[in-house]
């Protein structure tokens, strides 16, 4: 007995420097500052091999009920709205973010700090505002300078709250190596556990690639052999296990972004031709419409054996990835996040196949071309408006003869991910970036 506990004290005393030299707990608040609201999340961090986070608080989208463009009030309309009318313009000016927008989440969060045992001071978080995909057009729209103010704006008010720790940021993410590979991270842990999370079963499944679609851009992130000429290979490592990928962005290629400019084409003879890809017989007057452009100026008259409507989404595609992915040589399977999910799950196939009779796009075609009085919420849902031409243009994204992600192999794809592949919880760039950085 003895010996035995000889060697149990000899063990704590090789493990004591190691836990004496534990890193310490990190406060930081994540705010996803997207194009349809701001969020922020809360989190205490314990960095180590395998970071453990724990969600302290989640806001409620920072919106201000009533204004004039409330279901799409990303800070990026405070950096301009061209060609808005002046009210609107003058109610979205940079001086209002503030009030508007972040103080409401400045106050939600030290609310939440001041309830901690022991409380914790805002100067003691370090705050990440990281704007994503709306910001990106903003720069494109706007101007760099006015995205600067924009930021320079939001810098004061923090410091004005109390929030003043050296490590804040605010700024606006890269669609590639951060917020997609991000996203890789997050659903390689939660999907096939690819970086050992402790406690978790070992699903023995090899690491996915993802692609993302979302409002405003398209990322694509895969692993890769080793980095070689790759101009978009990055190296990550996370609990002693190490990935090389590929990761790409694309702007404008998102959903929203997509059926904002096809509500803008006009068609052969100048005309808007929008409606030709909502579904056949739906009531113009019903349209929810997208904030900003214009409403459908016909009822619905979808006909897959008319061309206009995917040769809209091909010069769109074309436009903005003229050189698409090459996956010939890519073996690994690939999972779909962000809207896609939706679009997906809308025809029934959120696990394919994406082509051939029983295929996704068969399915937008023979539902879209069904009369719209066979799907009655089309009149009161704007998602079940939308998924018409949304269904067009990611089934022409992901399988285009051209420019399709999966022309060369639609095998590739195995699923869209929702709640139930991952235990329930919703997937995530920022548990990818806390992840990735306070790795150890």
């Given at each position: 007995m003895r010996?035995?506990?000889?060697?149990?004290?000899?063990?704590?005393?090789?493990?004591?420097?190691?836990?004496?030299?534990?890193?310490?707990?990190?406060?930081?608040?994540?705010?996803?500052?997207?194009?349809g609201?701001?969020?922020?999340?809360?989190?205490?961090?314990?960095?180590?091999?395998?970071?453990?986070?724990?969600l302290?608080?989640?806001?409620?989208?920072?919106?201000?009920p009533?204004?004039?463009?409330?279901?799409?009030?990303?800070?990026d309309?405070?950096?301009?709205?061209?060609?808005?009318?002046?009210?609107?313009?003058a109610?979205y000016?940079?001086?209002?973010?503030?009030?508007?927008?972040?103080a409401?989440?400045?106050?939600?969060?030290k609310?939440?700090l001041?309830?901690?045992?022991?409380?914790?001071a805002?100067?003691?978080?370090?705050?990440k505002?990281?704007?994503?995909?709306?910001m990106r057009?903003?720069?494109?729209?706007?101007?760099?300078?006015?995205?600067d103010?924009?930021y320079?704006?939001?810098?004061?008010?923090?410091?004005?709250?109390g929030?003043t720790?050296?490590?804040?940021?605010?700024?606006?993410?890269?669609?590639?190596a951060?917020?997609?590979?991000?996203?890789?991270?997050?659903?390689?842990?939660?999907y096939?556990n690819?970086?050992?999370r402790?406690?978790?079963p070992?699903?023995?499944?090899?690491p996915?690639?993802?692609?993302?679609?979302?409002?405003?851009?398209?990322?694509?992130?895969?692993?890769?052999?080793?980095?070689?000429?790759?101009?978009?290979?990055?190296?990550?490592?996370?609990?002693?296990?190490?990935?090389?990928?590929?990761?790409?962005?694309?702007?404008?290629?998102?959903?929203?972004?997509?059926r904002?400019?096809?509500?803008?084409?006009?068609?052969?003879?100048?005309g808007?031709?929008?409606?030709?890809?909502?579904?056949r017989?739906?009531?113009?007057a019903?349209d929810?419409?997208?904030?900003?452009?214009?409403?459908?100026?016909?009822?619905?008259?979808?006909?897959?054996?008319?061309?206009?409507?995917?040769?809209?989404?091909?010069?769109?595609?074309?436009?903005?990835?003229?050189t698409?992915?090459?996956?010939?040589?890519?073996?690994?399977?690939f999972?779909?996040?962000?809207?896609?999910?939706?679009?997906?799950?809308?025809?029934?196939?959120?696990?394919g196949?994406?082509?051939?009779?029983?295929g996704?796009?068969?399915?937008?075609?023979?539902?879209?071309?069904?009369?719209?009085?066979?799907?009655?919420?089309?009149?009161?849902?704007?998602?079940?408006?939308?998924?018409?031409?949304?269904?067009?243009?990611?089934?022409?994204?992901?399988?285009?003869?051209?420019?399709?992600?999966?022309?060369?192999?639609?095998?590739?794809f195995?699923r869209?991910?929702?709640?139930?592949?991952v235990?329930?919880?919703?997937?995530?760039?920022i548990?990818?970036y806390?992840?990735?950085?306070?790795?150890?």
């Amino acid at each position: 007995m003895r010996h035995c506990l000889r060697a149990i004290a000899a063990l704590a005393l090789l493990l004591w420097p190691l836990a004496a030299q534990a890193a310490p707990s990190v406060y930081t608040a994540i705010v996803d500052a997207g194009s349809g609201g701001t969020r922020l999340y809360l989190y205490k961090v314990t960095p180590g091999p395998y970071p453990a986070s724990e969600l302290l608080l989640q806001s409620v989208v920072a919106d201000v009920p009533g204004t004039p463009y409330e279901e799409d009030d990303g800070i990026d309309n405070y950096a301009c709205l061209p060609g808005a009318d002046p009210a609107i313009q003058a109610f979205y000016a940079a001086a209002n973010v503030n009030p508007f927008v972040m103080a409401p989440l400045w106050e939600a969060m030290k609310g939440k700090l001041a309830t901690l045992n022991p409380p914790v001071a805002p100067a003691d978080v370090v705050v990440k505002v990281f704007a994503t995909a709306g910001m990106r057009t903003a720069a494109e729209v706007c101007g760099q300078p006015a995205v600067d103010n924009l930021y320079s704006v939001i810098r004061a008010g923090m410091t004005g709250a109390g929030l003043t720790n050296a490590g804040n940021e605010v700024r606006t993410i890269d669609g590639g190596a951060e917020e997609g590979l991000w996203s890789f991270v997050n659903a390689n842990d939660e999907y096939v556990n690819a970086f050992g999370r402790p406690a978790a079963p070992r699903l023995g499944k090899a690491p996915v690639g993802i692609l993302e679609v979302g409002g405003s851009s398209v990322q694509i992130v895969y692993p890769i052999a080793q980095a070689g000429a790759d101009p978009y290979a990055l190296h990550i490592r996370i609990n002693n296990r190490a990935l090389t990928v590929h990761a790409q962005s694309w702007l404008h290629l998102g959903q929203d972004d997509v059926r904002k400019a096809l509500r803008k084409n006009r068609g052969i003879g100048g005309g808007l031709m929008a409606y030709k890809c909502w579904a056949r017989g739906f009531d113009k007057a019903n349209d929810a419409g997208d904030v900003g452009y214009p409403a459908l100026s016909a009822n619905g008259a979808f006909d897959g054996a008319n061309p206009a409507c995917v040769n809209f989404m091909v010069s769109h595609i074309r436009a903005y990835m003229p050189t698409p992915p090459d996956l010939s040589a890519v073996t690994a399977r690939f999972v779909g996040l962000g809207g896609m999910k939706f679009t997906l799950d809308g025809f029934g196939r959120l696990a394919g196949p994406l082509t051939g009779a029983q295929g996704f796009g068969a399915a937008v075609d023979a539902q879209c071309s069904k009369d719209a009085a066979s799907w009655p919420e089309i009149n009161t849902s704007a998602n079940a408006q939308r998924a018409c031409p949304n269904g067009v243009y990611l089934s022409t994204l992901l399988t285009n003869a051209q420019y399709g992600v999966f022309r060369q192999n639609p095998l590739l794809f195995d699923r869209a991910l929702v709640a139930r592949d991952v235990g329930g919880k919703s997937l995530s760039w920022i548990a990818g970036y806390l992840l990735l950085t306070y790795a150890q």
